[in-house]
């Protein structure tokens, strides 16, 4: 039995292993999930989980509860792949159970000993991870916004810093000092985290009797504008949305040096932080370019149309971690969730048309549109790139995707709790 082993499971790895699901029975073939998390995250409503009192289970969905006992599960770092001998080496060491299941897995496959994974097809769908620019300082002092861990970690800082409990007269909590939170990066992420804090600093106040100018924002772009990468008109709605008196907008200089109590830029200005979030850059995962596999500058995996690794016939590569060229426009596609999950799908069939000695079929991009979170129920959203909507209707555009990403994912009923719980979780 052919032994399919896919990488990562965030947006492209998920929409792999669903179209092999479908498309192969269990005699076909052997799929086998590796991932660092026992779930899928929801990455685009990470900034929800850093702005709210209690983590936001919801966006992180079992992979267990997403494909059942049709697709093994590994939780493991993945360290490095051997695509001469076809094998994938495990990098923190598992647990008994864990090592159990890795010889078994192996078993068909001549194990090639404790902690590799021998594979007939392979899927990298690794993702990204923090870019620093080998900016002193900036990796220390900074929590980037990648992970659940990392979302809980802001939330909590930013409690503990504005917070003490146990004050008598029965208050729960009273500010210390006024909390400099300072964000790396005005694109996407770094909007939506400064447009949401305004909110969460309200919702804190209220709850721990506060100030509620207990937080002062800076966010630092390079650009003259937020979100550079879309139209001017959404970069002034933000910066409307944004702009408070608790909130400074350091256009202009990029981050130059960090330390533990100052953020210095390029054009000669400091700013001093108790908090400092970075959301302004990424990188592909670094376990390509340990592998000797065919990688850009950016350290992306170089794909063809059909998404199969450069001079490796059996293995694929989406998401982050791949270059697609766009034979259009001969620009790389964006490294965004849609992409990510339009590829997964395109190289999950591309590698069950490859098992079954099928002709394989060409990725084509498309830009569907995006939204961004602009605080409370009000977005700015495009679809198919000339519908728009900003305000209440674009936060209806928001919700509604999220749920139909759920429905594809996830039984019709589970996709509906699932999504009610969330949205019931963020009016709280």
């Not at 953020?263 to 370019?289: E, H, R, S």
Request: contains cysteine; hydrophobic residues 40%; charged residues 20%.
């Amino acid at each position: 039995m052919k032994q399919i082993v896919i990488l990562g499971g965030g947006f492209a790895g998920i929409a792999a292993a669903l179209a092999i699901k479908k498309s192969l029975s269990k005699k076909d073939a052997k799929v086998v999930l590796i991932d660092k998390n026992s779930f899928h995250l929801f990455t685009p409503s990470l900034y929800e989980v850093a702005t709210s009192e209690e983590p936001k289970s919801n966006i992180a969905i079992p992979f267990k509860e997403i494909f059942g006992k049709r697709i093994e599960i590994i939780q493991a770092e993945v360290e490095k792949i051997d695509s001469v001998k076809q094998v994938v080496m495990l990098g923190k060491q598992p647990s008994t159970s864990l090592r159990q299941k890795v010889s078994s897995l192996s078993e068909q496959h001549e194990p090639k000993g404790f902690g590799e994974i021998s594979y007939d097809y392979l899927l990298i769908a690794l993702g990204s991870e923090p870019a620093y620019f080998h900016i002193p300082g900036l990796k220390e002092n900074s929590i980037a916004l990648k992970s659940l861990r990392e979302a809980v970690m802001v939330r909590n800082k930013i409690l503990t810093m504005c917070c003490k409990e146990g004050l008598p007269n029965g208050r729960q909590g009273e500010c210390n000092k006024k909390v400099q939170v300072v964000i790396g990066g005005g694109g996407f992420s770094g909007t939506e985290l400064a447009a949401e804090l305004l909110t969460y600093k309200k919702k804190i106040a209220r709850q721990h009797h506060l100030d509620p100018s207990c937080l002062q924002v800076t966010i630092i772009q390079g650009s003259d504008r937020l979100l550079k990468e879309l139209d001017p008109h959404v970069s002034t709605i933000a910066k409307k949305r944004i702009k408070s008196k608790n909130v400074t907008f350091a256009f202009g200089g990029h981050i130059s040096k960090v330390t533990k109590t100052s953020v210095f830029t390029d054009d000669n200005k400091v700013y001093p932080y108790d908090l400092l979030i970075w959301t302004g850059g990424v990188q592909a995962n670094i376990t390509a370019w340990k592998s000797n596999l065919p990688v850009n500058k950016r350290g992306q995996i170089i794909v063809n149309n059909s998404l199969q690794v450069q001079g490796r016939q059996h293995i694929f590569a989406a998401g982050d971690i791949a270059q697609y060229i766009d034979t259009k426009t001969q620009k790389p596609a964006p490294t965004v969730a849609q992409v990510a999950e339009d590829e997964g799908k395109i190289a999950g069939e591309n590698i069950t048309r490859l098992l079954q000695h099928k002709q394989l079929t060409n990725y084509r991009y498309r830009h569907i549109g995006y939204v961004v979170p602009l605080r409370g129920k009000y977005a700015a959203a495009e679809l198919m790139g000339w519908l728009h909507f900003d305000g209440f209707i674009g936060w209806i555009v928001q919700q509604i995707i999220f749920l139909y990403y759920l429905i594809k994912i996830l039984p019709l009923w589970k996709a509906l709790r699932r999504w009610n719980t969330f949205e019931s979780d963020l009016e709280q």
